[in-house]
């Protein structure tokens, strides 16, 4: 019975005072809601990240090697107790355009994923590449390009030693991915090529690399995939299974190292037998050029001597020649009087011949004649006998006289034959003796003769021989000359040979050395090759990973305190709002108590409502909150951070602990405030409460300021120190409310004033030119003069991490041509005072969010890493807000770094008051040659507004949490107020006060404390930033520090009108109040 | 017309369904300068009464004449300034400002008036010259009391009304709190309306309204007014 009246009892008190009720159940909202939200923000951000890292299987550590790692380094990995999957990655940086020859290039990092079943991209759209030349790229690559899936780009340029990487010079877009392993918009990483960082990266299929090692190896760990990402759990399922990865690291480095160099090693070495077998050979061929050389000699010696000998022996020829000439020339005398003899001889003989010829040619004449009469009459017989013969036998045997004259002729002729045949005989011996003197002459001249002829022929052929000889001679002469001439000239063409294979020789003795020494540089290099080192890394070494780890810390950070104003402020009320219900119920506990029931129960009802006020906020605040709050920041980090869904869930032991701070705010309050009451007895109870008897405030004793005041200022001061509960509430709420405004527009100014004071004031320059990698200075320099409307400076820039006493931070150290220039494009200078800040040659010049980071000052050295160490002295620092830069003078640099300056960009200042336009400067610079493209600060101003609208959001947050607490709390403490003051209120209002005015008695006492709360307010609000600002600011950035003097204003205006609402609202309850039955209560 | 008149008054409550006749007909009439008390059980309608009178609170029915002033068919506003102007209360509790010293409570009144009279003075008159600087916490419920009708002195009101003025009063100090009254009526020729469920202080009135279930059942004028200090009970 008991029960049912206490239930009807709480729910009508509830409905009573609904105000009341809501008011705390409200803030209790606040508290639950903000404390679960953004204490559930973080694990709610770890949890999506793990869900994505989780569903595409991101990899738990990261090996890599300063040599690459083969694929038994691979097999090795999985063999290690823990590892799941252990597979093999490349990741090659490329400068790449489309195909369109002005092209903008742009470096991307072109990367296999998937392999193994580890960092499997997720496929947004298209499909994942099929082919070595297909790729599928993210968001980030088709903005930075310009491209659609579809679209095809050529890669232009590699980096150094991987010039081979890639099979194939061109990709076609497929399809559009996202990955855990680039879970930031920005930042892809710094490279080589091109301007210095990645834009984007594109997926590849291992088809596409050539290397025959892989860049990265990805090891997945079992019990991994169960933990939470960023976990202790997950940590030290991680853990050991890297520790192992490291103890065997060594081991394996250095059998890759031994690899390489075996490798290079067998190289030199084939390098070194070719270079001993040329070296050889080149022996050779210099013995044999020797041997020729002295055969050259020899030659020559032989041709001289030939010549020689060929001189001589013409001479004696000549000599000869002349002798048989003399001797020719006698014998053709001779002969010529030997023909001439014998002519006359001949002539002679021929005479006496030609007489005795004659004699006998009469002779023969006559012989002839008689010849001829012997042949007539020869003949005659000849018919005769043939006559004779002619007849018959026995003709002729009967005609025998016939036959005797037959006969006797016959033998008379016969008889003149003999005889003719004897003179006959005469004259033929005589011709006989005549041709045989004849003959004999003729023989003897004949031999004469032929004496002649052959002294002739002899003479012929002696003045033949002679000519031939001379002939000869001469062609001898000729052709020795000829042949001495054509060996000479061989000899010359031989020295000439000789002397080109010496050269050549020579040469090749040079080109051996000059091998000689490639060798050694070799050799030398393989003796440089580093010591194998893996790298081995957990998913800590992922900058995207990583920062988004930091942000949800920040947030975290934030959710360290940030809820402890609403829960303060709960506390507060809820103490306030109960004392006052207690103290409203006094009677009513008072007659309770009488009638036996004991204190307990009545505090029951206290208690019990105040903790369904409690639950009725609770439970929407941790839904709200741990649903809203979460997914909330994580939109607000969307313009950082690609993720999907976001994972929300209850935050159990935030919920608990939240539960226990409202509990004990409102309930604890509620106790605390029945306690007192409870105390007393019933009686006590039952009479009045004795009023708060008034008391002097400290002012009055400043008589002089005490009587100055008017009468309600006096009553308004006393009235303000009365209550000190209420004074300080009131206080915190408007306070609070103030610096949250001013926390929250100061937020805004310090970000947006980063865009103006980095690209207005700090940065006076709007374009940034990059040089192609070979350019000509002097033509670039003049095609720069002509542009009239830019001033330009060359710079050069070089990435490096920068590290002091083990903390390292990633920075550009950026060396101007000309120092006293610098300060036409970038302003160096002090934050606070703006005084300027001058670049020396014995330091350099840090910026400030940098020197904050790493603690610097300045007379520090701080290490730079790049491809190695360097040393740096730092003179000062400098005001920048986005970036950290280290700046350095030429010569400065040049002693630190040991390498000459090289200008690799220019700054470029355009006069926009003249009208000039980025856009057409940029136009106008990339005509030049030499220039590889442009960017322009717009772009870069605009990331950064886009950036910090992720932070605006955070704004509002603030500023509507802030509005909702001040009206709640001001508005609890008028209605608190006024019920309190019932009585007196409605005394003031009997004596005949207007309404105005008796709501101005009120209200006075509201307006002061609303100026005490808006000024302390504003020095809280200035301390609220800054923290803020601390907790908010990403590392490379530097919020502007400064809140502005508007926002103070409108943080205090805006305070006034959340006071000046609530005082309305209060205003017409006090018109309300019933003047009979407050003054009837009976207090 | 007399000082003030009543006639025929009823005053209704509506709470939810409930209608509570506080008074049912009320008829009577003061003049100026007497000395009137109002009597009767508890619960008769004394207070009320008393509060519309004061103008505290708006007539049902009938009407309400205070120096000639509709009373009754005044607005809120009106009824605010004739409260400021012509009326002084004084309650059974006294309902003196907690935060003030007795002459910051007497002070109170003095900035409403019109013509008010010196505050310290009145403190003095009503026997109050130690206690000015003191705050009520730290007065007897007599002195307390005197405060409060120093309060409502000090803006000169025409009508002086006094609910239960000795209610949570001793007797000795009751009485000096009522010789004050008395002695204000007779010296500054006040109206002055006591409620008292006390009978035997009647003779010290010169008009005793005694009302019983939301009417005035009689009213009484006497003639033979005695001074407080002769009366006991």
Redesign the interface.
């Known amino acids: 019975m008991v029960r049912k009246a206490t239930v009807k009892d709480i729910l009508r008190e509830i409905i009573r005072t609904r105000s009341r009720f809501i008011s705390i159940a409200v803030l209790v909202f606040l508290a639950a809601a903000f404390f679960t939200g953004l204490r559930g923000a973080r694990p709610s951000m770890h949890r999506t990240v793990d869900a994505y890292a989780d569903a595409h299987a991101m990899y738990d550590i990261l090996v890599r090697s300063t040599l690459g790692l083969k694929q038994e380094d691979i097999e090795a990995l999985s063999e290690i107790e823990g590892v799941t999957k252990a597979a093999g990655g490349h990741v090659i940086h490329a400068l790449i355009a489309p195909f369109h020859k002005d092209a903008a290039e742009t470096v991307v990092s072109l990367e296999t994923m998937g392999q193994g079943g580890i960092n499997v991209p997720e496929l947004l759209e298209g499909h994942l590449p099929e082919k070595a030349d297909e790729c599928a790229v993210e968001e980030l690559f088709l903005a930075g390009t310009g491209l659609q899936i579809g679209d095809r780009f050529e890669v232009r340029h590699l980096p150094d030693g991987m010039e081979d990487a890639l099979k194939v010079t061109e990709f076609t877009i497929t399809g559009l991915v996202r990955s855990p392993l680039y879970v930031s918009k920005a930042q892809r990483g710094p490279s080589t090529l091109g301007s210095g960082s990645v834009t984007a990266y594109a997926v590849i299929l291992p088809e596409a690399v050539t290397l025959d090692y892989y860049t990265a190896a990805y090891v997945t760990v079992a019990g991994a995939l169960e933990e939470v990402a960023y976990s202790g759990g997950y940590d030290r399922a991680v853990r050991p299974v890297l520790e192992a990865i490291e103890s065997i690291a060594p081991e394996r480095a250095q059998l890759r190292r031994e690899e390489i160099v075996s490798e290079a090693q067998k190289e030199l070495d084939e390098a070194k037998e070719t270079l001993e077998e040329k070296k050889a050979e080149l022996l050779d061929a210099e013995r044999e050029l020797a041997d020729a050389r002295q055969k050259l000699e020899d030659g020559r010696r032989e041709l001289e001597e030939g010549k020689e000998t060929l001189k001589r022996e013409l001479a004696d020829a000549e000599r000869e020649l002349a002798d048989a000439e003399r001797k020719l020339r006698d014998a053709a005398d001779e002969i010529d009087r030997g023909w001439s003899e014998l002519f006359t001889q001949k002539e002679k003989a021929r005479t006496e011949f030609e007489d005795a010829a004659r004699q006998i040619a009469e002779g023969r004449a006559e012989l002839e004649k008689a010849y001829a009469e012997y042949e007539e009459k020869r003949a005659e017989f000849d018919q005769k006998l043939e006559e004779w013969n002619a007849l018959p036998e026995f003709i002729r045997s009967a005609m025998p006289e016939q036959k005797a004259a037959i006969e006797a002729a016959e033998a008379e002729l016969n008889a003149a034959k003999r005889q003719l045949d004897a003179e006959k005989e005469k004259l033929d011996a005589a011709e006989a003796e005549l041709s045989a003197k004849r003959a004999q002459a003729e023989q003897e001249f004949a031999a004469a003769e032929q004496r002649l002829a052959d002294a002739q022929r002899e003479y012929d052929e002696g003045l033949r021989k002679l000519k031939e000889g001379q002939e000869e001679y001469e062609e001898q002469k000729h052709r020795g000359e000829e042949e001495i001439a054509k060996a000479e000239r061989e000899l010359s063409d031989a020295e000439a040979e000789i002397t080109e294979n010496e050269e050549k020789v020579a040469d090749g003795k040079v080109k051996l050395a000059d091998a000689e020494k490639e060798i050694k540089d070799a050799e030398e290099k393989i003796a440089d090759i580093p010591e194998g080192e893996w790298y081995v890394d957990d998913r800590d070494a992922n900058t995207g990973y990583k920062n988004f780890a930091e942000d949800a810390d920040r947030i975290g950070h934030i959710a360290n305190v940030f809820p402890l104003i609403f829960f303060l402020v709960a506390a507060l009320v809820s103490l306030t709002t109960m004392t006052r219900m207690v103290e409203e119920k006094r009677t009513e506990i008072g007659t309770y108590k009488a009638l036996g029931y004991p204190g307990a129960t009545t505090a029951a009802k206290f208690v019990v409502y105040s903790l369904v006020a409690t639950v009725a906020g609770y439970v929407p605040g941790v839904i709200f909150g741990s649903l809203f709050l979460p997914w909330f920041v994580l939109r607000a980090y969307s313009i950082l951070y690609e993720l999907p869904r976001t994972v929300t869930h209850i935050h159990v032991p935030a919920a608990i602990f939240a539960a226990a701070g409202v509990l004990i705010c409102t309930v604890g309050a509620t106790v605390m405030a029945c306690y007192s009451t409870l105390r007393e007895t019933p009686a006590s109870l039952l009479r009045?409460r004795?009023?708060?008897?008034?008391?002097r405030v400290l002012l009055e004793r400043v008589t002089p300021l005490w009587r100055r005041l008017s009468?309600?200022s006096?009553?308004t001061t006393?009235?303000i120190f009365?209550f000190k509960k209420r004074l300080l509430m009131t206080l915190a709420g408007i306070a609070g409310c103030t610096a949250l405004i001013v926390a929250a527009l100061g937020l805004r100014d310090s970000i947006t004033d980063i865009t103006n004071k980095q690209f207005g004031e700090i940065y006076t320059y709007q374009l940034r030119a990059y040089l192609d990698g070979a350019y000509d200075y002097d033509a670039l320099t003049k095609a720069l003069d002509k542009l009239e409307f830019a001033e330009y400076l060359f710079i050069d820039t070089v990435n490096v991490d920068v590290s002091l006493n083990g903390a390292k931070e990633t920075a550009e150290v950026l060396i101007p041509q000309d120092t006293g220039r610098l300060h036409r494009f970038i302003t160096l200078r002090d934050r606070k005072e703006h005084t300027p800040v001058e670049l020396t040659e014995s330091g350099a010049i840090v910026t400030e969010k940098l020197s904050e980071l790493l603690d610097l000052e300045a007379g520090d050295t701080v290490e730079l890493w790049t491809d190695s160490v360097y040393n740096a002295n730092i003179s000062g620092t400098t005001e920048q807000y986005a970036g950290h830069y280290l700046y350095m003078s030429r010569a400065y640099y040049e002693s630190v770094f040991g390498k000459a300056f090289e200008p690799s960009q220019i700054l470029i200042h355009i006069d926009e008051a003249a009208g000039q336009t980025p856009a057409h400067a940029a136009a106008e610079l990339l005509k030049i040659d030499g220039i590889a493209y442009v960017s322009s600060f717009i772009e870069l101003a605009e990331y950064f507004s886009d950036s910090m609208k992720s932070v605006d959001s955070v704004v509002v947050v603030l500023l509507v949490s802030a509005a909702l607490l001040a009206f709640v709390v001001l508005y609890n403490l008028t209605n608190i107020n006024i019920t309190e003051r019932m009585?007196?209120l409605?005394?003031?209002?009997?004596?005949?006060?207007?309404?105005w005015e008796v709501s101005m008695y009120v209200f006075r006492e509201n307006a002061v404390l609303t100026l005490m709360g808006v000024a302390l307010g504003l020095v809280g609000g200035y301390f609220l930033h800054k923290w803020l600002i601390g907790t908010v600011e990403l590392s490379f950035i530097m919020f502007g520090r400064d809140v502005r003097a508007p926002s103070y204003i409108f943080a205090a205006l805006l305070t006034i009108v959340f006071t000046v609402a609530v005082n309305v609202v209060g205003h017409r309850r006090m018109m309300k109040i019933n003047?009979?039955e407050s003054?009837k209560i009976?207090e | 017309m007399s000082y003030i008149v009543f006639d025929n008054v009823t005053k209704e409550y509506k709470t939810g369904e409930v209608i509570t006749r506080a008074l049912r007909g009320v008829s009577f009439s003061i003049e100026k300068g007497e000395f009137a008390v109002i009597v009767g059980p508890s619960g008769a309608g004394k207070t009320t009464t008393l509060?519309l009178l004061?103008g505290?609170?708006s007539v049902t029915s009938g009407t309400i004449y205070v120096d000639g002033r509709c009373v009754s068919a005044m607005s809120k506003?009106e009824l605010?300034?004739?409260?400021?102007?012509d009326?002084g209360?004084v309650?059974q509790?006294y309902?003196?400002?907690?935060?003030?010293?007795a002459l910051?409570n007497v002070?109170?009144?003095t900035?409403?008036s019109r013509n008010p009279l010196d505050a310290a003075e009145l403190l003095r008159e009503v026997g109050l010259e130690d206690r000015m600087k003191n705050?009520?916490?730290?007065l007897s419920g007599g002195e307390q009391q005197r405060v409060a009708i120093a309060?409502a002195l000090a803006?000169s009101p025409k009508l002086l009304l006094c609910d239960e003025p000795t209610g949570a009063l001793d007797y000795n100090t009751g009485k000096a709190v009522l010789r004050l009254l008395q002695q204000t009526c007779r010296e500054k020729g006040m109206t002055v309306v006591v409620i008292t469920h006390n009978q035997a202080i009647t003779p010290m009135a010169d008009k005793i309204i005694r009302i019983k279930n939301g009417v005035a059942e009689r009213v009484e004028i006497n003639r033979n007014v005695r001074p407080i200090e002769e009366i006991e009970w």
């Open positions: 009045p004795a009023p708060l008897p008034g008391k009468f309600f006096k009553v006393r009235n009365r009585r007196e409605a005394t003031i209002k009997v004596l005949g006060f207007f309404d003047m009979v003054l009976n | 509060n004061g505290m609170e506003r605010t300034a004739y409260r400021r102007y009326i209360f309650f509790f309902n003196l400002i907690q935060n003030l010293t910051e002070e109170i009144a900035q409403l705050f009520p916490a730290q309060r803006k």
